[in-house]
């Protein structure tokens, strides 16, 4: 059974700081997506990876995929005010996808 | 705005009633999914259907059930409601058949009283 676990779960940092959100997966997968999550809000996609090495990047954001590793980890720069959100990574099985946790990050001016 | 209409956006019922929601996929994607999510928690996958028939079965109580009609347009039926079903019941679609990205609805509100 395909295990997705993302850490840290929460985190809270200063405006202008850089941090890293790692996902996990346990078995082989290709695909991997991230969205991000305002309170009581919809999800919204910000990254497909689609194979190993894939990067993404927008704004301060950026994603990358290594399937090898079955780790993906979204990169946030000089993280402003705005990035405050949920963010979940999920990876494609079977049909399926199957969803970490979701990292609660807080930004403090 | 991603394209995958939900209504209603808020409900408020007394337990044991009976709810339906409804869900509108993107136009031209076939696959619509179900998910609960309860107050500070992950998403749980409910139940996902393409071109009508269902496709996988994920933490769905038997109180529950769901259709997608040949319109491509899903319900979700919820019964005999606990107060623990109180949660956002979140519909998403993808154009795929399983696979891919996929478009949120903006969710529907549930609140047992």
């Known amino acids: 059974e395909l295990k997705v676990e993302q850490n840290p779960l929460f985190l809270s940092m200063q405006e202008g700081k850089n941090y890293t959100i790692y996902c996990n997966y346990s078995?082989?997968?290709?695909?991997l997506y991230w969205y991000r999550q305002d309170p009581g809000k919809s999800l919204e996609s910000l990254f497909v990876l689609l194979s190993n090495g894939a990067v993404k990047q927008e704004g301060r954001l950026m994603a990358s995929l290594d399937t090898k590793a079955r780790l993906s980890t979204l990169h946030i720069t000089a993280a402003v005010h705005d990035l405050s959100a949920t963010y979940f990574c999920a990876v494609d099985s079977n049909y399926q996808l199957i969803w970490g946790a979701g990292t609660k990050l807080i930004i403090k001016p | 705005d991603s394209g995958v209409t939900q209504t209603p956006k808020h409900l408020i019922t007394a337990t044991g009633q009976r709810v339906t929601l409804r869900c509108s996929p993107r136009?031209?994607?076939?696959?619509v999914y179900w998910y609960q999510q309860s107050l500070d928690q992950g998403l749980q996958f409910l139940i996902q259907y393409y071109n009508g028939e269902e496709r996988a079965k994920g933490n769905i109580l038997e109180r529950f059930s769901a259709q997608q009609f040949p319109d491509l347009h899903s319900e979700l039926n919820l019964s005999s409601l606990e107060l623990g079903d109180s949660a956002l019941y979140f519909c998403?679609?993808?154009?795929?058949?399983?696979?891919?990205?996929?478009?949120f609805g903006e969710g529907s509100r549930l609140t047992v009283l």
């Open positions: 136009s031209g994607d076939l696959s």
């Open positions: 078995t082989t997968s290709d695909r």
């Open positions: 998403a679609s993808s154009g795929a058949r399983g696979l891919g990205e996929l478009f």
